[in-house]
């Protein structure tokens, strides 16, 4: 890793983290979400769950520390809304949330999809906040992900998008399913599932040609 640029590796580790502490927690039944929003310390969990981290990629996390300084400052940023809150999220581009017992890399099976949802920045929030219990609850799909305050390269406009999962795309009724509930929470404009098949090739929306198999 001697020619990786620091900070490309810092981003990296970050985002691998993340991901390491959300499982951690979730695996003691515990939410990041859940602990910011309710005020709960959860510094001893933070110091737990990152030193396995550190056992398990210690160049990954000495990139994390060289970069943050201490463990403080990232628990800090994470009690201020990183990883939680849309737009006070810029360390990674997407926020997460798995259904319980659902893998985390269920979302990359080539017969999943999901649901698009756009929306104002300065709407996405409470919009997020909306779909993330409701997986949590299992009363949509598999996972749920939303993009935020990050500048992403790829990203065409300002608006912000939320994906809802399905596990497969064949199912149409538990696709239609999920897409009732979604109506159920006020999304009542007519939106547009993509399978991950048109995702993985590549393929996306442009004038003349719409890659959305459902549209409802």
Do not use: C
């Amino acid at each position: 890793m001697a020619d990786i640029d620091p900070e490309a590796l810092a981003d990296v580790a970050y985002g691998i983290f993340e991901h390491f502490l959300n499982r951690g927690l979730q695996a003691q039944d515990k939410y990041l979400y859940a602990l910011v929003e309710g005020g709960i310390d959860f510094k001893p969990d933070l110091a737990a769950i990152f030193q396995r981290f550190s056992e398990e990629y210690p160049q990954l996390a000495e990139a994390m520390l060289s970069h943050f300084s201490n463990l403080d400052t990232i628990y800090q940023m994470l009690y201020s809304g990183e990883g939680v809150i849309p737009t006070k999220t810029r360390q990674t581009y997407w926020i997460v949330q798995d259904a319980p017992g659902s893998a985390p890399e269920a979302i990359e099976d080539e017969n999943a999809g999901k649901w698009l949802i756009f929306q104002e920045p300065d709407l996405v929030d409470s919009v997020w906040i909306k779909v993330r219990d409701a997986t949590v609850a299992l009363e949509l799909g598999i996972s749920a992900k939303v993009s935020t305050a990050k500048p992403n390269p790829d990203s065409r406009d300002n608006r912000k998008v939320i994906y809802v999962y399905t596990k497969d795309w064949v199912d149409e009724p538990d696709v239609m399913r999920v897409r009732e509930k979604l109506r159920e929470l006020g999304f009542a404009d007519r939106i547009g599932y993509k399978r991950n098949i048109e995702t993985f090739a590549g393929e996306y929306a442009k004038k003349g040609k719409r890659v959305t198999y459902y549209s409802a």
